[in-house]
């Protein structure tokens, strides 16, 4: 079992900046491929960015977005910089037991319980 949670959530204008936490339980977090979604309302649960020892991102947030880790702390990072009013939404972090990278939510074995961001215009 790997349990999440989410930090870091909150207002902020158009073209500021926020980093969002995700700490992990568990021995075996560097196994893991960690993925961040968001999910606004009314919109499905969309893919913003993954890493492993590698990164992927959407291309909507590619070049504003940054996600890294820190595997002695357990914990992954989305900073997020230039942020728009359509990147407001419910932010989760999710872990994915398998090898290969996915984009899919469906896919990710373990969530957190989301934090939400909101960035006014």
């Known amino acids: 079992q790997v349990q999440l949670v989410e930090s870091g959530g909150g207002l902020v204008q158009a073209g500021g900046s926020l980093r969002l936490s995700c700490a992990a339980s568990?021995?075996?977090?560097?196994?893991?491929?960690m993925g961040w979604f968001r999910q606004a309302p009314g919109k499905e649960r969309e893919f913003v960015a993954s890493?492993?020892?590698?990164?992927y991102y959407a291309d909507s947030v590619k070049g504003r977005f940054t996600i890294s880790r820190d595997n002695a702390k357990n914990t992954v990072y989305l900073q997020m910089n230039s942020l728009k009013p359509e990147d407001t939404a419910v932010y989760y972090c999710?872990?994915?037991?398998?090898?290969?990278?996915?984009?899919?939510?469906?896919?990710?074995?373990?969530w957190g319980q989301g934090t939400q961001v909101t960035v006014s215009s």
């Open positions: 999710a872990a994915h037991g398998a090898v290969i990278m996915t984009t899919t939510p469906q896919k990710y074995d373990y």
């Open positions: 568990g021995r075996t977090f560097s196994r893991y491929i």
């Open positions: 890493i492993r020892s590698n990164t």
